[in-house]
């Protein structure tokens, strides 16, 4: 597997996307978002996600020029249409509207409609965590993205649905958490797919049903189970009721394009007494839980989001290993678009 440095990923994104008409900035911000899911472990989220991005611009499916806009708003509210740019600058947008009517209203929520996929839900819980904005947010697929089966079925008809929290702490990093409602993202399929790996039991089923370790099952109809069985399950209709059923953005055909419906509760951490009383208590439940004493074959207690940073560090240092088969793809996208000669090269 190829190794490369931070910055040689984020010029490959940049490069790709650039090359199908991306300004330059919206070609780094998209780019340094997939990069830091790299950075922080979520290699499901990372520069794999590009070439998939790249075929997505070439059917017309995203806009690589396009920026979001709102479309309805009150004072704690409001309803944004992401007109198919790149995920990430939606919900970039989407998160600053977020924040802004939070400090101003003390709580707010943001429906967002025609979003393209957002990559990892953590960055906009810490984005607004960093503010001092209590953030809960809820995605949900939709058209041709289905890919779960509800607990006690056969039948991609959910998506993974995953749902984000992000708490400030003030001196101390935001607790973030971040995790889909399957029992595992359907993007570490396709990373053991490309690194030809078997996947453990209990993640997927055929088609027809029946578990299976082989990943290349879920691309021939296979489906993601819910996590915790029928409690993921439940957490997986919140997320298609406010995410969906709320904004609307569920209000389409079942064979249109691959969508996220995107949905985001915020509360300013001073809406209830001082914000300082928040960050006094907050700080103590950390230190409270980090004094916990670790379980056998644990070194310590870590609070959600903090293996991520220091997984960042490390990968920061030593650079990120990519599968062949992404690097593969890579090439690939770069050689069709005419500018793989411009593509950095590995580092190791």
């Not at 790299?38 to 070439?58: E, F, P, Q």
């Not at 479309?71 to 509207?97: P, R, Y």
């Not at 810490?126 to 904005?133: D, I, L, P």
């Amino acid at each position: 597997m190829p190794s490369f440095s931070a910055d040689g990923l984020r010029q490959i994104g940049s490069l790709l996307f650039r090359a199908v008409g991306a300004p330059q900035e919206i070609a780094t911000k998209a780019a340094d978002s997939l990069v830091m899911s790299n950075l922080k472990g979520h290699d499901s989220h990372g520069i794999t996600s590009a070439s998939g991005y790249v075929r997505k611009i070439l059917v017309g499916e995203l806009d690589p020029t396009a920026h979001p806009r709102v479309l309805n708003e009150s004072s704690t509210t409001a309803l944004i249409d992401g007109q198919w740019a790149f995920g990430q600058i939606t919900a970039e947008f989407a998160t600053d509207v977020l924040v802004q009517k939070a400090l101003d209203m003390r709580v707010s929520a943001v429906g967002v409609l025609r979003c393209n996929h957002i990559g990892r839900l953590g960055q906009y819980a810490e984005q607004a965590a960093s503010s001092g904005v209590i953030a809960m947010i809820t995605l949900c697929g939709g058209g041709r993205g289905t890919s779960t089966t509800p607990y006690g079925g056969v039948g991609r008809t959910l998506g993974s649905n995953p749902i984000a929290f992000g708490l400030p702490a003030g001196k101390q990093p935001p607790v973030i958490i971040d995790f889909a409602t399957t029992v595992v993202a359907g993007g570490k399929i396709a990373v053991a797919r490309d690194k030809g790996e078997p996947i453990p039991e209990g993640w997927i089923l055929t088609k027809g049903g029946q578990p299976t370790t082989d990943p290349n099952e879920f691309y021939k109809g296979g489906m993601l189970l819910t996590m915790a069985g029928h409690k993921g399950f439940g957490l997986s209709m919140v997320a298609e009721a406010l995410g969906g059923a709320l904004t609307g953005a569920t209000r389409f055909e079942e064979a249109e394009r691959s969508r996220n419906c995107l949905f985001m509760w915020g509360v300013h951490i001073g809406a209830f007494q001082p914000a300082e009383e928040y960050l006094m208590l907050e700080a103590r439940s950390i230190d409270k839980v980090k004094g916990t004493p670790p379980a056998p074959g644990f070194d310590e207690v870590l609070i959600p989001g903090e293996r991520g940073r220091r997984t960042q560090q490390v990968r920061e240092r030593e650079g990120v290993w990519i599968p062949d088969k992404t690097w593969h793809n890579i090439r690939s996208t770069a050689e069709q678009l005419g500018v793989l000669d411009q593509l950095p090269r590995p580092t190791d």
